[in-house]
């Protein structure tokens, strides 16, 4: 890509984030917008405090910024939990990362890319010539000056790696106040006992009963076992839509838009009452949820939760073999009921295996067929041989300002629009291999898509044009840091071009604006039935938010010493993304779950990848430019930094898997003198049952067929509680 093409893509990024921040800053005043862009508070009963909603000028439109800058770290934990703070270390620990690189790659290393003359680049016309000029291909073969890259790896990596120790050290003391601070949760007296032994004497629940009150007699509190409802949340799901069409129709003045025909063919029916039409079916399906609830008492899982009377007693039940036989009695440690994810406890363990294979064939499938957007991208860029592929577009492609938005816009935006597709599927792929909360298949897909993101963003685009055909390097492996070093500073326009599209544009239009979910709700406004008055707050997307931000940190951290011109727009990335997405986690955003920052180890994990793999390519780059002693110099520096991955896993990642006997002995001490821990445990002998299970009931429902022929009691309403 040339310079002038990065500056068109830049310009038209510009021009689109502008738009879309001063559009945000103007209808985020109007208070017809508040549930789109501010649903948390509307939610909450606090806009009232939002004190610039539907007041002042232009200018107090923009004072969203500076009330999204003033929270302090521990309001936000005491608004949205640990997990959003952890979310947010992450773009501090970016800042500080690339505020260094931007001051070693802006002001050492690209000079001395740019005085180089390995690529004899005329500089008259600078802006027609390729953007290798400012990378460390255009430094001379032998040059000395590679040296200063070989220090500024090793000095880069030492900064990052002091950074790493410090935010796991940080994080890991927070987690620690956090449960220390935090009131008494279900989760943490619960466990999860799976493959109870079924026994032609007993059920399952008399079963568990026996077990913990003959072994752990002193401790044991209750337990629920889990049932098969699938069919019974069926029901339920439908007398919601019918109860919430009916509000609907009621809530009509016109009394002629309650009639219509009942059916698509009803052109040989006679009209009905809608109204009659729901309340009749209200009718029904309630007698078809209480048929079923009661034969659901009887469907028993051999699963269930138990509750003990201290954490320490979970703690230990959950992590020490319960019976003889390894294969019985499993126990895990319970999520919060908000965070139960039901539908897989009937699974067996053949269905959950055949899950999990089918899930890894799914992913390598999605895995190929993605290469083709790829080689799309790859040939958008390269005019050369798109001209050769579609001949008819040579007239085209030869005017200037076209071959520079095809180029240095439209690849980054095609690859970026079908990646956006990759986040929902992996959700659903994690959803069926048997995990037992929201918070575990969350942090599953998220894994999912950052390697496949890793993979197929980086490697497929960076390997397309130079090693896709060649097969024979999969058995050279020597052969690789040298196939890197050519093939990844080929890319760096690209991906200069790729953190603007993707970075700036999408946060600013996907995360502030909220351009889908603005056209979705005046589509559905104007032109469908809106019956649902209900302001829907949604949920932190981590699974698509963390490895999208984490792509980013393998980008600036690859191209540090290949390609330092990408570091600038990384920090206004990590800028940016710092203001928008506090603003989001104070309005938008409401936490489902707290896993109390378990996210934090992936970030870990993949900045350690993305050093080794800066390592591995500067082992290759270094060899290409005929400086061998700086290559061999350099292959200590990834085991040095294993080593650092090895003693962070010892010190710091036990205390995410769980807590320490010393603070649950501590907090279980406190909970004697708490004249609330009698109340907490009456509360937690219900916390378990299963939603569909709670007789939630529709008074609305109840008043509406009071003039109805039968009078009945109103519909039990559990779809809104899982």
């Not at 209900?534 to 963390?546: A, D, L, M």
């Not at 984490?550 to 570091?567: D, K, R």
Request: overall charge positive; proline content about 5%.
């Amino acid at each position: 890509m040339i310079l002038s093409a990065l500056l068109t893509s830049v310009g038209i990024n510009v021009a689109l984030c502008l738009v879309f921040f001063v559009s945000y800053s103007i209808l985020r005043n109007r208070p017809s917008n508040a549930e789109l862009y501010l649903p948390r508070l509307v939610a909450n009963g606090k806009l009232e405090e939002e004190d610039e909603v539907g007041r002042g000028g232009l200018l107090s439109c923009f004072r969203w910024v500076k009330r999204a800058w003033q929270p302090t770290e521990d309001e936000l934990l005491s608004i949205s939990g640990l997990d959003a703070v952890v979310f947010m270390r992450i773009f501090i620990f970016g800042l500080r990362v690339f505020r260094f690189a931007v001051i070693v790659g802006i002001f050492i290393l690209l000079p001395f890319n740019y005085m180089g003359n390995q690529l004899n680049i005329d500089f008259t016309d600078l802006p027609n010539k390729s953007l290798e000029t400012f990378s460390i291909s255009n430094v001379d073969d032998g040059s000395n000056r590679l040296w200063i890259h070989f220090s500024a790896i090793y000095v880069f990596t030492a900064v990052v790696c002091y950074l790493l120790y410090y935010e796991y050290d940080y994080i890991a003391s927070k987690r620690i106040a956090y449960f220390y601070s935090s009131k008494p949760r279900p989760s943490q007296f619960t466990i999860l006992v799976r493959s109870i032994p079924a026994s032609p004497e007993r059920s399952y629940s008399e079963s568990v009963e026996t077990f913990f009150s003959e072994y752990y007699p002193s401790t044991y509190l209750s337990h629920a076992v889990v049932r098969r409802t699938n069919k019974l949340k069926g029901l339920i799901n439908d007398a919601d839509k019918a109860y919430k069409k009916l509000v609907h129709l009621k809530s009509k003045k016109d009394s002629e838009q309650s009639s219509k025909r009942t059916c698509f063919m009803a052109l040989f029916r006679k009209k009905v009452d809608l109204l009659d039409h729901y309340e009749k079916k209200l009718e029904d399906i309630e007698g078809n949820v209480r048929t079923e609830r009661t034969s659901a008492v009887g469907k028993e899982v051999p699963a269930a939760f138990v509750s003990f009377k201290t954490r320490l007693s979970a703690a230990v039940a959950a992590h020490l073999q319960q019976g003889v036989k390894p294969t019985k009695w499993l126990t895990e440690q319970a999520p919060d009921p908000q965070d139960v994810y039901w539908p897989f406890f009937s699974a067996s363990f053949v269905k959950i295996w055949i899950c999990n294979i089918a899930v890894i064939f799914a992913c390598i499938c999605i895995t190929i067929l993605f290469l083709v957007p790829v080689l799309l991208v790859q040939g958008l860029t390269h005019l050369d041989q798109l001209e050769i592929l579609l001949p008819f577009l040579t007239g085209v492609l030869k005017v200037k300002i076209i071959s520079q938005v095809i180029t240095g816009y439209l690849p980054s935006l095609i690859l970026d629009s079908f990646l956006s597709l990759v986040p929902p599927v992996m959700i659903v792929l994690s959803s069926i291999q048997g995990y037992i909360a929201l918070s575990q298949i969350e942090k599953s897909a998220c894994i999912k898509v950052l390697w496949f993101t890793i993979w197929n963003i980086f490697f497929a685009n960076v390997l397309s044009g130079t090693a896709l055909y060649r097969f024979d390097v999969l058995f050279e492996p020597k052969r690789i840091p040298e196939l890197l070093a050519v093939a990844v500073p080929a890319q760096a326009s690209f991906f200069i071009a790729y953190v603007v599209t993707s970075g700036w544009t999408k946060t600013f239009s996907s995360e502030l604006f909220r351009l889908k979910r603005l056209i979705w709700r005046h589509f559905k406004g104007n032109l469908c039935c809106k019956y649902d008055h209900e302001t829907k707050v949604p949920s932190n997307p981590y699974h698509s938010e963390i490895p999208r931000i984490l792509f980013f940190s393998l980008l600036g951290i690859t191209y540090f010493f290949l390609a330092p011109l990408i570091l600038p727009f990384l920090l206004i990335y990590y800028c940016f993304g710092y203001i928008i997405y506090r603003n989001q986690l104070l309005n938008v955003y409401e936490p489902k779950f707290e896993t109390g920052g378990k996210f934090w180890p992936v970030v870990h994990d993949a900045t350690i990848f993305s050093l080794i793999l800066m390592h591995i390519i500067a082992i290759g780059i270094f060899g290409l430019k005929k400086v061998p002693l700086a290559s061999s110099l350099t292959v200590p520096l990834p085991i040095l930094t294993l080593i650092f991955n090895s003693y962070c896993r010892r010190r710091f990642l036990p205390s995410f898997k769980g807590y320490p006997a010393e603070c649950l002995i501590n907090k279980d001490r406190v909970d004697i003198s708490d004249p609330g821990i009698s109340s907490f445990y009456r509360k937690l002998e219900s916390a378990y049952k299963d939603p569909s299970m709670k007789p939630v009931r529709y008074s609305e429902a109840g008043e509406s067929s009071s003039n109805s022929s039968s009078s009945t009691s109103p519909l039990l309403h559990g779809a809104d509680n899982y």
